[in-house]
Structures are given as C-alpha cells and as structure tokens.
C-alpha cells in the first residue's frame, strides 16, 4: 500500500509536523483525520518558522493536496485566520480540501470548556480551552453541526436555535455565565462559511480515487498515541482517538488502506499539563537546560513543557495500541552533552516492579521509574548527514531503544531543518 501513517507516539509535540513536511515533499496527499486547532505543528524551511494547528503540515507543497477529514472539529475563524496567516507568508491554499462531514467548533463550545475547567477548579485536566471537548461532545450526542449543515442556512439556524436553548440554559444556571444569541452566531458563520466553500468535498471519494489513481498518501496525526481518548493516560487525554486505527473512522476509508505507521518519538519525553508522567526529572536545573535549549514550550498554549527521560514502559504501550511498523527519533541533538543519559525501563508501584502502564491515573502518579544509564555524547551532531557520522555513544543510544522496544528505527533528526533529518530506510513511502 503507497501510504504511511505519522503518529505522534507519546504525549504529543514529538516533532510530527516536521516529520510529516518532511514526506510531503513526495507525497501527493496530506491527510488530517482527527483533532482540532488544539494540535500545534511547527515546521521550520529554509531558516524560517511556520506553526500550524488545523491544517495539514504539506500545505507548504503546492504539489500535494491537503484535506481535513471528517474525524477533525474545526473552528472556522481560526480556519480563516491559519489560511490567510498560510497565504500571508507565500503559499496558496487552494491545494485544501474540507471535508463536508467534519464537526464545527462554535462560540459556545469555547465558554463551555473554560467553564467546566473552572468548575473542575484543581482537578482541572488543563486543556487547551478550544472548545475540543465539547464540541466532540456534541457529536457523540448527535447534536453537533456540521459543515455541510451550513449549505442549507434554513437548516443551519435552526439546528442552531436547538442547540442555544440547551446551551444558554446551562450557562445561565449551571455556571453562573454569558449566554449566546442565535443571530449572533448565525450571522458570524455564514461569512466564514462562505470564504471556505469551494475547499469543500466529499473527503471520502477525494481519497478512495488517489488509492485507484496510485497516488502517495500521507496521513498526518494529531497529538499523541499517550493523550488517545481510549488509551491514553485518562482523563488527562485529548477528545479524540489518536491512533492510527482511528483512520478509517476518521476519514471514511478501508483500514486496508493503511501501509505502514510510523511513531514519531522524541529522545527523550515531554508533556504540557496534568497527567502522569513517571519519567519527569527531579532536577528543575535539568528540565530548564533542556526546555530552554530546545524551546520547549507548547505551539498552542505557550506553556512550559514538562521534561523527563524517554520512558520506554509507555513507548511499548504506545507500539502495542497504536500498531507501529517503524519508529522516528527526534531532537536527538538535544541531548549532546550529557555525562549520561537515562532510559526508564520500568515501574515500581508498591515495593512491586511492573513492566507496563497501568490505566489508572492514580496508580500511574504513584509510579517509580527505574532506570538504566547509557554513556552520553558530547559531540554537536546538528550537521551529521548519516547514522555512520553519528558519535559511537549517540549510535548506541539509537540502537539501544530499537532494541529495548523490538522496533526499527527508520529515521532520525538532528535538528529543525528538513536536511537535518536523516532517513534510514528509504521505501518507508
């Protein structure tokens, strides 16, 4: 099968975006099959930085055709203002395709989140208040609206009205909050509905005639295998099932039309908000040189990640759910000049060792690592064009997490430019 699926395999902001522009520089499809503007891409070309959050990470090829499925939720406005940001700096978006099935993030999508965060107080999940969440919820309560609901604007306003009742109710006395008029809303979606509407088609015809036609399809995740809905560390999860079993559902198409997966996982781990997170340094002077040095901090929220050593307990997790045929190492060069470096290779919970990752939050947050040390390099590796020129300690660093998660390392990167990725196995799309 001519496809590869990139999927984020551990807590999201992994390096996908630039993994994905990497390959979409031979692929004629980039493909977007879940998540919303909650899932920051950065990509950096030719000395400059783009961030992206809902469109797909090949826009920048004007020779592939981005589409946005019909699993992804979308804000409109910010649709708009990433499409003008995208034409703004030189690239046309006309290679853009919306699928008429996705769900819409509303206005009050965006108060609800922030006032079920508020109402959470310090449980809060942290979420990126984008209205992720309950517009998904909508969905599942067959409530939500979708694009193609807004071709008929009779229709669309009163599905809108529906939905206010309800909403207002909630916010007036469950919440103590604004509430939304109809107009207010209707009015304000059928401009923005207007400047996308020939980027809309049937998604699912688009891609099934490039399988026919034997073109090269790129399928783009969003966040990361560890944030899924299902098998992630719930309920410091994303709304949405990340994997790359989530394709089909996400797009309409047969799971055969799935070739092979590639988890993107960092050299090391991070995350942005709560949640278990086993591996996290100790040392706050550890976390800073890092978190400065790679700029870690999140593309969407601006809040600073939390820093920790690659924990391979959740990357097996990670290879078992999500079905991974090869593994991509990124900011590997962020580790230069380290005496040591860590890999966390199992739990303790208890005065008992465990070797997997146990589903409850509350156990998870009770989890030692244990670890093993690997020599470090202190070699700059940024202008390395093979795994060959690679330090000795950096190749047995690679080798040994092949090793430990039974998995082949098809690439690698040593910085944030395309020619800073070095691809070992070179049929892999």
């Not at 395999?9 to 909650?38: C, H, L, M, S």
């Not at 609206?145 to 206010?164: A, G, H, P, T, V």
């Not at 040189?289 to 097996?316: H, L, M, Q, Y």
């Not at 090793?403 to 040593?414: D, G, H, R, Y």
Request: with cysteine; hydrophobic share 40%; aromatic share 10%.
């Amino acid at each position: 099968m001519n496809s590869l699926a990139v999927v984020g395999a551990q807590w999201g902001d992994e390096g996908k975006g630039k993994i994905t522009d990497f390959f979409a520089q031979n692929a004629d499809y980039v493909i977007r099959w879940a998540g919303g503007d909650n899932a920051g891409h950065t990509i950096k070309i030719e000395d400059k930085k783009y961030a992206l959050s809902i469109i797909p990470s090949g826009i920048f090829n004007s020779e592939t055709i981005n589409v946005i499925g019909n699993g992804c939720v979308i804000n409109l406005k910010k649709l708009i203002t990433e499409i003008d940001y995208v034409k703004n700096n030189g690239f046309d978006c006309n290679n853009l395709i919306i699928s008429e099935r996705a769900h819409l993030i509303f206005p009050y999508h965006i108060e609800q989140d922030k006032q079920l965060e508020k109402f959470r107080g310090p449980k809060a999940i942290g979420t990126t208040l984008k209205g992720i969440g309950p517009c998904y919820e909508d969905k599942v309560q067959r409530m939500g609206i979708r694009i193609c609901d807004l071709f008929d604007s009779k229709m669309f306003k009163e599905k809108l009205k529906i939905n206010l009742e309800l909403k207002n109710k909630i916010f007036k006395n469950v919440f103590n909050s604004r509430e939304f008029t109809v107009d207010e809303i209707y009015d304000e979606y059928i401009i923005y509905f207007k400047k996308i509407k020939h980027l809309i088609k049937n998604v699912t015809k688009v891609i099934n005639n490039a399988f026919l036609e034997n073109k090269k399809v790129l399928f783009e995740g969003a966040q990361g295998a560890l944030l899924d809905i299902d098998q992630g560390t719930y309920p410091f999860v994303t709304s949405s099932n990340t994997s790359a079993s989530s394709i089909p559902v996400g797009l309409g198409i047969s799971p055969k039309k799935i070739g092979n997966i590639l988890g993107v996982f960092k050299a090391y781990n991070t995350r942005v908000g709560e949640g278990g997170f086993p591996s996290e340094f100790k040392n706050l002077k550890q976390s800073d040189k890092i978190r400065t040095i790679a700029n870690e901090f999140g593309v969407v929220s601006g809040r600073p990640r939390r820093i920790g050593w690659f924990d391979a307990v959740a990357a097996k997790h990670s290879i078992d759910t999500m079905g991974y045929t090869h593994m991509a190492v990124t900011l590997l060069d962020i580790l230069s000049n380290f005496e040591t470096l860590k890999i966390c290779i199992g739990y303790k919970i208890n005065n008992k060792i465990i070797d997997f990752f146990p589903p409850d939050i509350n156990l998870l947050n009770k989890c030692e690592p244990i670890f093993i040390d690997v020599p470090g390099f202190k070699e700059d590796i940024t202008n390395v064009k093979s795994f060959l020129e690679l330090p000795l300690n950096a190749q047995n660093y690679l080798n040994k997490l092949s090793e430990i998660l039974n998995i082949k390392i098809a690439m690698f990167s040593v910085g944030p430019e395309r020619k800073q990725t070095i691809l070992m196995e070179k049929n892999i799309l």
